[in-house]
């Protein structure tokens, strides 16, 4: 209101107001965006598409296009993966998955920490890790994280995060695919294990 009514702001006064204008827009389009995706997620009766797919190669890639973000936080990251690890899975919606975990790690982790990657086949299955460094998830929450719209810290829902839907997505496409999620935390670290039925 302040930018179209008063004529004679001064530019550094009105460039500020537009760039939170342009934050705030952009914010809700993101919101906007998940509330379509769990919309769609909940109301159709979805059939999942399975293709084979080199989950090392999946995992890798995603690491390498999160790098940048990763680097804006000062987060580094160790990796564990097994080698060429082959699946059947809904490939679009898996990454979902992964692209959603890998958010919550760079929304919740302490600056210039560390964070774990592992993905190992033990011959009966495959379990996938990532591990960060941030705010120890209290018990009475941790069974709460994968509801929708939950959030553990809602002060820091403006600046970080969505609605609290990215981990109720998580949740319910690994189901789709009979796979299990689970989260575990103690002493500054949160733990994310996806067991993946081969």
């Known amino acids: ?79 564990d993966i097994g080698q060429d690890i082959i699946v059947q899975c809904d490939i679009e919606k898996i990454e979902r998955v992964f692209d959603n975990l890998f958010r919550n790690v760079v929304n919740y982790s302490y600056e210039n920490t560390d964070i774990k990657v592992s993905l190992k086949d033990n011959g009966k299955g495959i379990k996938f890790i990532v591990e960060n460094c941030g705010k120890t998830i209290p018990k009475e929450k941790i069974t709460c994280i994968f509801d929708r719209f939950f959030r553990i810290d809602n002060s820091r829902s403006t600046e970080t995060g969505g609605a609290g839907l990215g981990l109720a997505i998580v949740k319910e496409i690994t189901s789709l695919h009979n796979w299990t999620v689970n989260c575990e935390s103690e002493d500054e670290k949160i733990r994310f294990i996806i067991n993946i039925k081969k």
């Open 1 to 79: 209101t302040l930018v179209k009514d008063e004529d004679g702001l001064p530019d550094g006064i009105r460039k500020k107001y537009i760039g939170v204008a342009m934050k705030k827009a952009e914010r809700l389009e993101d919101l906007i965006n998940e509330f379509f995706e769990v919309a769609r997620y909940n109301f159709t009766q979805m059939a999942l598409e399975y293709s084979t797919v080199n989950l090392t190669v999946m995992i890798e890639q995603l690491l390498y296009e999160f790098k940048p973000v990763f680097d804006k936080k000062g987060l580094s990251y160790n990796t």
